[in-house]
């Protein structure tokens, strides 16, 4: 089946003429019938209804004009995408996050880079589990954001620093705990807490959650499998739980650092000797921002 048949068949049908299906069309009559007969012939049945005088749809041509009408528009649509792709000078670039928590700055480099490459199309791909790796590296991903120490050390890799983020605890705004500067994780023993098991989950941080778990009784730990669960529970009032500083925006909750740990290391992971000059102007841009 291909296009000349269809619009050879969808003239047909709307003018229930042969001649003027042709004229429209632009071709000759016996080409419009060719068209027609092989498209019978294809289908293994009979569209029209033909007499020496008159042209008339057949119950299976009544029932094929829609489809026809319908996979002709979308081959015109997609037609229309291709040309305004070229034509706008479309740049795709493909970003990888293992987590939510990263659009927040992610949103603020990516505004930088409007401004300076307007033609740049970001494509952001969240994928909380280790298969981000695997797509950053055989290149379906050009570049990944993410937590140093959660991202293995492959050759040829490079990794840029962005920001140190505290480990915090997320709190109801009302807490008392909300007031102070920092918390201890033995202030935690006595609150009941939150456990995560999500790749979203810095591995620093999951190692914590581990340790807290083992020393907190059954009842006074609540689980849940992704982030935006476990600041649920935060909001309804079910317990403390462990993240990055600022992994949300919300008036309800309040991160305080946690004492005795460093902040976590997050940044860029992108190829070393990319060939795509796209991503060279994305990674210095990001750097510079």
Not at 24 to 42: D, H, K, P
Not at 172 to 187: C, T
Request: charged share 20%.
């Amino acid at each position: 089946m291909n296009t000349q048949q269809l619009e050879s068949f969808v003239q047909v049908a709307e003018n229930l003429n042969f001649a003027r299906a042709a004229e429209v069309l632009n071709i000759t009559q016996s080409a419009v019938s060719r068209q027609i007969n092989s498209l019978e012939e294809e289908l293994g049945t009979r569209l029209f209804q033909r007499s020496t005088r008159t042209v008339s749809l057949t119950p299976a041509g009544i029932s094929f004009l829609d489809d026809a009408k319908e996979i002709l528009k979308k081959l015109q649509i997609a037609a229309l995408k291709i040309q305004n792709h070229t034509k706008a000078n479309v740049q795709i670039i493909t970003i990888g996050c293992s987590s939510e928590s990263n659009l927040i700055y992610l949103s603020r480099l990516l505004y930088q880079c409007r401004l300076q490459i307007p033609e740049i199309h970001p494509f952001v791909r969240v994928i909380p589990s280790r298969s981000i790796l695997n797509l950053f590296i055989h290149g379906d991903i050009h570049v990944l954001f993410g937590f140093q120490d959660d991202i293995p050390v492959q050759e040829g890799v490079i990794y840029k620093e962005l920001i140190r983020i505290p480990i915090c605890c997320a709190i109801r705004s009302d807490h008392p705990f909300a007031k102070k500067e920092e918390i201890s994780e033995s202030e935690l023993l006595s609150e009941n807490i939150i456990i995560c098991n999500s790749y979203e989950i810095p591995s620093n941080v999951a190692s914590i959650q581990n340790r807290l778990e083992n020393q907190h009784l059954p009842c006074s730990v609540y689980y849940c499998e992704s982030i935006q669960v476990m600041l649920s529970l935060v909001k309804a009032g079910y317990g403390l739980a462990l993240l990055p500083d600022g992994a949300s925006v919300d008036a309800e909750i309040t991160y305080v650092p946690l004492s005795g740990y460093a902040p976590l290391s997050n940044g860029i992971f992108y190829k070393k000797g990319a060939k795509n000059s796209l991503v060279k102007k994305f990674t210095s841009i990001v750097q510079d921002a």
